[in-house]
Nanobody
Framework: QVQLVESGGGLVQAGGSLRLSCAAS????????MGWYRQAPGKQRELVAS???????NYADSVKGRFTISRDNAKNTVYLQMNSLKPEDTAVYYC????????????????WGQGTQVTVSS
């Protein structure tokens, strides 16, 4: 069984910082692409940032210059450092990963974490 376990969400004032973590576990090989999505109330889930196994990153325009995605391949963990947070960053943040495992050793399967709430007060 494959699990993505997120941590680090919470309540912060505008201008503050938070760091999200997501660890992949189970009978897996090192994840391929990993990323963070978010979903605000009444809105569609949107990509925040992604990172390939080789470290190539991609960001939504709304977070460029404020958020940084990184990963530790030895720990199968992806991070999202969020600085200069704004009230519009308030959302549930979901970890996403494409992972090969012992049942699918050739084709990567897509997995989601359970989500972690980030609330930014004005």
């Amino acid at each position: 069984q494959v699990q993505l376990v997120e941590s680090g969400g919470g309540l912060v004032q505008a201008g503050g910082s938070l760091r999200l973590s997501c660890a992949a576990s189970g009978s897996i090989f090192s994840p391929d692409a990993m990323g963070w999505y978010r979903q605000a109330p009444g809105k569609q889930r949107e990509l925040v940032a992604s990172i390939t196994s080789g470290g190539i990153t991609n960001y939504a325009d709304s977070v460029k210059g404020r958020f940084t995605i990184s990963r530790d391949n030895a720990k199968n963990t992806v991070y999202l450092q969020m600085n200069s947070l704004k009230p519009e960053d308030t959302a549930v943040y979901y970890c996403n990963a494409e992972i090969k495992n012992i049942w699918s050793p050739v084709k990567s399967l897509n997995y989601w974490g359970q989500g972690t709430q980030v609330t930014v007060s004005s």
